[in-house]
């Protein structure tokens, strides 16, 4: 099964400033995609991450806040800009389609924000 | 309003019981996707269903997609500790195999030995 790894794994971070979040694939994928699990929630859809192109939002979610971006099919950042307390949850990246099993979306470890 | 709704919401059972696990929409399910999470990590692929009537199974979990897609079920046979964690269901709404995913609420499921 294809690996997805993710970094950094967990951070500390103060109000009004970003992080980066990288996700990684071990084979090419056709899908890659950006979720949020907010404390005790489930997960929500941010966006999908488009190679070559700008990403898609979901409803709630803009470009501004959430910059995404996906340089080639194995490779994709989320950006979580101006950070605020409200923004402490976990972030995980999905990817599907090609070098994954049909009918199987996989899941990276997650990266565990705190904003202080 | 919740587009996914999963039942329970937790469940306590003896090591070596059976439970089931339930996941309905109003809507058509394109594809029903079965997780596990281990407090704080990732999720764990276990199966996904895409036509109605479907089922799979993985040693002892059976997953079941109804005729008219819209209702999903996770049964374990004979528990086990190492089958504890939060179990969600996520689905594909959009016809198109779009790869966007809604989530349940997830249930809780603790295995007393």
Redesign the interface.
């Known amino acids: 099964s294809a690996v997805i790894s993710q970094k950094p794994s967990r951070d500390i971070c103060q109000r009004g400033t970003s992080l980066t979040i990288q996700c990684q694939v071990d084979s090419q994928v056709t899908m890659m995609f950006w979720y949020r699990q907010q404390p005790g929630q489930s997960l929500t859809l941010i966006a999908t991450a488009n190679q070559g192109s700008e990403a898609t939002y979901e409803s709630g979610f803009v470009i501004d806040k959430f910059p995404i971006s996906r340089p080639n099919l194995t490779f994709s950042t989320l950006t979580v800009s101006n950070m605020s307390p409200e923004d402490s949850s976990i972030y995980l990246c999905s990817a599907a389609g090609q070098g994954i099993p049909q009918e199987t979306q996989y899941f990276g470890p997650g990266t565990r924000l705190l904003v202080l | 309003s919740q587009e996914l709704e999963q039942s329970p919401q937790s469940l306590i059972v003896q090591e070596g019981k059976n439970l089931t696990i339930n996941c309905t929409s109003s809507k058509t399910l394109y ?1 029903l ?1 079965w ?1 596990k999470q281990k407090y ?4 764990i ?1 276990l199966m ?1 269903l ?1 036509k109605g009537g479907e089922e799979k199974s993985h040693e002892k979990i059976t997953a079941k997609l109804d005729e008219k897609k819209q209702q999903s079920s996770l049964h374990i046979t004979a528990s086990q500790p190492s089958h504890a964690g939060i179990y ?1 269901c ?1 689905a594909d709404i959009n016809s198109g195999n779009t ?8 249930t809780t499921l603790q295995v007393k030995p």
Do not use: P, T, V
């Open positions: 594809g996707y997780y704080g990590e990732g999720l692929f996904m895409q969600l996520g790869g966007k995913l809604i989530f349940g609420q997830g």
